[in-house]
Antibody, heavy 119, light 107 residues
Framework: QVQLVQSGSELKKAGASVKVSCKAS????????MNWVRQAPGQGLEWMGW????????TYAQGFTGRFVFSLDTSVTTAYLQISSLEAEDTAMYYC????????????WGQGSLVTVSS | DIQMTQSPSSLSASVGDRVTISCRAS??????LNWYQQKPGKAPKLLIY???TLESVVPSRFSGSGSGTDFTLTISSLQPEDFATYYC?????????FGQGTNVEIK
């Protein structure tokens, strides 16, 4: 069965970096792009961008350029989100979600990784 | 960016009620519209893609309709497990954008 398993909660100080992982199983990793979605506490869903798992080419939404980096390790079918120079406003749940094509939506999601930034 | 506007933002309903949630796009998105359900502390779950296609294992009491700019999610007979927040999302042009969510509460 398809599973996306994310790394656990992180508590970081402002200015530090964090790397969230998303381990995929149950399907051919390179057949689906991987999206990243942020949800601030009590707020809605915000698309951060995606990474092409075939080429490793990332696409970032406005507001997620510079400090945010998507990467892959296809040998272990894992996608990563790294955030540097953490700010209090980065406190949120971060989800990975796979996508076959725009027609089919984001059909499987990780359980989420909570990143908390203290000042 | 395409703006997605849901209405209402919240609603109270009883078990067995018919519930309708609207989603409007700021420009035409054909049928590139998806609906998700999110329960507290859980990841979103895809319910409907391409405006009206039910994801596998989603109960048939859920349905979606619309094209262009106006879309609707209908729950024909609300069940206890349906109390959640629902989001629409357009996948027509990046950046993908979500509606602000509709919280369905127990009356």
């Amino acid at each position: 069965q398809v599973q996306l398993v994310q790394s656990g909660s992180e508590l970081k100080k402002a200015g530090a970096s964090v790397k969230v992982s998303c381990k995929a199983s149950g399907y051919t990793f390179t057949s689906y792009v991987m999206n990243w979605v942020r949800q601030a506490p009590g707020q809605g869903l915000e698309w951060m961008g995606w990474i092409d798992t075939n080429t490793g080419n990332p696409t970032y939404a406005q507001g997620f350029t510079g400090r945010f980096v998507f990467s892959l390790d296809t040998s272990v079918t894992t996608a990563y989100l790294q955030i540097s120079s953490l700010e209090a406003e980065d406190t949120a749940m971060y989800y990975c979600a796979r996508e076959d094509s725009p027609v089919y939506g984001l059909d499987y999601w990780g359980q989420g990784s909570l990143v908390t930034v203290s000042s | 960016d395409i703006q997605m506007t849901q209405s209402p933002s919240s609603l109270s309903a009883s078990v067995g009620d018919r519930v309708t949630i609207s989603c409007r796009a700021s420009q035409t998105i054909a049928t590139y519209l998806n609906w998700y359900q999110q329960k507290p502390g859980k990841a979103p779950k895809l319910l409907i893609y391409a405006a009206s296609t039910l994801e596998s294992v989603v109960p048939s009491r859920f349905s979606g309709s619309g094209s262009g700019t106006d879309f609707t999610l209908t729950i024909s007979s609300l069940q206890p497990e349906d109390f959640a927040t629902y989001y629409c999302q357009q996948s027509y042009i990046t950046p993908w954008t979500f509606g602000q969510g509709t919280n369905v509460e127990i009356k």
